[in-house]
């Protein structure tokens, strides 16, 4: 119950297109859906977040969608980059200052 | 830009040695945690700590393991006696709740502390 799924493992997208990376929760306590971004030999860095009374959000280049009803949530990286190249992992908590749940996390390769 | 720091980024131990792992959280943060990160695994939650005491903890975080907040600025996670399977990237992070940041729930990590335990 207290699981993070996330899909796919690894991703390889060419420049200018889009990926997707997908997750899926079962708790319905989670309150509280952020994607972090990690770069080998750093910590986790706050992408993007997303609270379950919204479907969707933009903040740039990237987008989170989220299905209440299916307890699932994805991110959409548009016009990938090869900056872009990084491991990205969807999280879950429930309540502001709880712990973050992660998924299992999606190593993405853009190529140019 | 404030950011969490964490010292030292590479530690290298004794199986059965104590170490100690430090955190410099962003200044006027009130939430603080520490992670895991086993080699190519996902981030693991340990601990969490406010107010001067543990909030929430995981199964992880066992008797081996506690955290201290020494002073204003520190914030250090302790292992008693290492394991061979402590071995992991350790991360600091914290965070602002009483949402005067637009970004309220947001945790910052800082680098990390790679831990080697021979």
């Known amino acids: 119950q207290q699981q993070v799924k996330q899909s796919p493992q690894s991703l390889i997208v060419q420049k200018g297109g889009i990926s997707i990376i997908n997750c899926a929760y079962e708790?319905?306590?989670?309150?509280?859906f952020p994607w972090y971004q990690q770069f080998p030999g750093k910590g986790p860095a706050l992408l993007i977040a997303?609270?379950?009374?919204?479907s969707e959000k933009k903040e740039g280049r990237f987008t989170i969608s989220f299905n209440k009803s299916a307890k699932q949530f994805s991110l959409h990286i548009m016009d990938s980059q090869p900056g872009d190249s990084a491991t990205y992992f969807c999280a879950a908590s429930k309540y502001q200052g709880g712990k973050l749940i992660f998924g299992q996390g999606t190593e993405l390769s853009v190529k140019p | 830009e404030p950011e969490v720091t964490q010292t030292p980024s590479h530690q290298v131990t004794q199986m059965g040695q104590e170490v100690i792992l430090r955190c410099v959280p962003i200044s006027n943060h009130l939430y603080f945690y520490w992670y895991r990160q086993i080699l190519g695994q996902k981030v693991e939650f340990l601990v969490s700590?406010?107010?001067?005491?543990?909030?929430?903890k995981s199964e992880i975080f066992d008797d081996q393991f506690s955290v201290e907040r020494p002073d204003g600025s520190n914030f250090t996670l302790k292992i008693r006696s290492t394991k061979l399977e402590d071995s992991a990237m350790y991360f600091c992070a914290s965070s602002d709740v009483q949402g005067r940041l637009a970004s309220g729930d947001e945790q910052f990590f800082g680098p990390g502390t790679r831990l080697t335990v021979l």
């Open positions: 700590f406010y107010n001067n005491e543990i909030s929430e």
């Open positions: 708790n319905t306590a989670f309150d509280y």
């Open positions: 997303i609270r379950p009374d919204v």
